[in-house]
């Protein structure tokens, strides 16, 4: 693949934030002045690398069009699915084969570029067919028996955290092989949690890239003061550039 070939921000923003127990899609809540959404749109269309964003939204979203966003010439709408794998399968259509997809996640505003930079290295390795940003798993890693919701979790075992990462993304990997990875692992109703499970499930390659742990998925209330913290350094660090 040549560094020529277009990059493609992919955006899975059609999800309810269930786990943020709020009032609204946890996307649209407010970080500073302005949402989660719009953090994460312009961390990514700043970087030089990246020309367009295609975003999934709730056919049910009525928080989006009432950002100044919606109306960039840059961004292409399309419907999400039920599952975050079918939200990115619909961007996907609108890349051509040979465009590179970035795919992040809207509720991921505290990405920085320097990251960004280091995956896009990844295209030109040929030992791999693309990468995801990642970090190394820190704490000790525990198994629990199964349990109802009402029961007390208790341990099963410890797992070995030895060669465990946290998968971030964004994740980038050829539109086009990526497209059919992700068709085949929903055919086979594989858990497909990330585009990376749906590449390895198809026999490919994926470089972890070791990134900056601030890059947080904003998933339950106790995340929003950390990303407000996190955004914050991004600023005074851009700032100081
Ligand atoms: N059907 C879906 C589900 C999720 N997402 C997006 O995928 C990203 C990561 O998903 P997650 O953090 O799980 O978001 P939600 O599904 O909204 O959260 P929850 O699981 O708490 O409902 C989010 O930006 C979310 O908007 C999506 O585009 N389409
Ligand atoms: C894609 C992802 O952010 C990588 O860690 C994660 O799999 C998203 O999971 P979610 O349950 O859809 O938040």
Same mark, same amino acid.
């Given at each position: 693949?040549?560094?020529?070939?277009?990059?493609?921000?992919?955006?899975p923003?059609?999800?309810?934030?269930? =786990?943020? $127990?709020?009032? $609204?899609?946890?996307?649209?809540?407010?970080?500073?002045?302005?949402?989660?959404?719009?953090?994460?749109?312009?961390a990514?269309?700043?970087h030089?690398? #990246?020309?367009?964003?295609?975003?999934?939204?709730?056919?049910?979203?009525?928080?989006? !069009? +009432?950002?100044?966003?919606?109306?960039?010439?840059?961004?292409?709408?399309?419907?999400?699915g039920?599952? !975050? *794998?079918?939200?990115?399968?619909?961007?996907?259509?609108?890349?051509?084969?040979d465009?590179?997809?970035?795919?992040?996640?809207? *509720?991921?505003?505290?990405?920085?570029?320097?990251d960004v930079?280091?995956?896009?290295?990844?295209?030109?390795?040929?030992?791999?067919?693309?990468?995801?940003?990642a970090t190394?798993?820190?704490?000790?890693?525990? !198994?629990?028996?199964?349990?109802?919701?009402?029961? +007390?979790?208790?341990?099963?075992?410890?797992?070995?955290?030895? $060669?465990?990462?946290?998968?971030?993304?964004?994740?980038?990997?050829?539109?086009?092989?990526?497209?059919?990875?992700?068709?085949?692992?929903?055919? =086979?109703?594989?858990?497909?949690?990330?585009?990376?499970?749906?590449?390895?499930?198809?026999?490919?390659?994926?470089?972890? #890239?070791d990134a900056?742990? /601030?890059?947080i998925?904003?998933?339950?209330?106790?995340?929003?003061?950390?990303?407000?913290?996190?955004?914050?350094?991004?600023?005074? /660090?851009?700032? +100081?550039?």
């Amino acid at each position: 693949m040549t560094v020529t070939n277009q990059v493609v921000a992919v955006v899975p923003a059609a999800g309810i934030g269930s =786990r943020m $127990r709020c009032d $609204r899609p946890k996307q649209y809540l407010m970080l500073g002045n302005k949402t989660i959404l719009e953090h994460t749109l312009q961390a990514l269309i700043s970087h030089p690398a #990246i020309s367009r964003i295609v975003i999934a939204l709730s056919p049910q979203d009525k928080y989006f !069009r +009432q950002l100044p966003v919606a109306n960039a010439p840059w961004l292409t709408v399309v419907d999400g699915g039920t599952e !975050r *794998a079918d939200s990115v399968l619909n961007a996907l259509h609108t890349l051509n084969a040979d465009d590179w997809a970035l795919v992040h996640d809207a *509720a991921r505003p505290c990405l920085n570029h320097k990251d960004v930079d280091t995956l896009l290295r990844t295209m030109n390795h040929s030992e791999v067919s693309g990468g995801i940003l990642a970090t190394p798993v820190r704490d000790t890693m525990k !198994r629990a028996t199964e349990a109802s919701p009402e029961t +007390q979790a208790v341990v099963d075992k410890t797992e070995s955290r030895e $060669r465990l990462w946290h998968a971030l993304t964004p994740q980038l990997f050829p539109a086009g092989a990526l497209r059919i990875a992700l068709e085949k692992g929903l055919q =086979r109703k594989l858990a497909i949690t990330d585009e990376a499970s749906a590449m390895e499930a198809a026999g490919y390659r994926v470089a972890l #890239i070791d990134a900056d742990p /601030a890059n947080i998925k904003i998933t339950r209330p106790a995340d929003m003061p950390l990303a407000a913290f996190y955004l914050q350094q991004l600023h005074t /660090a851009d700032r +100081q550039d």
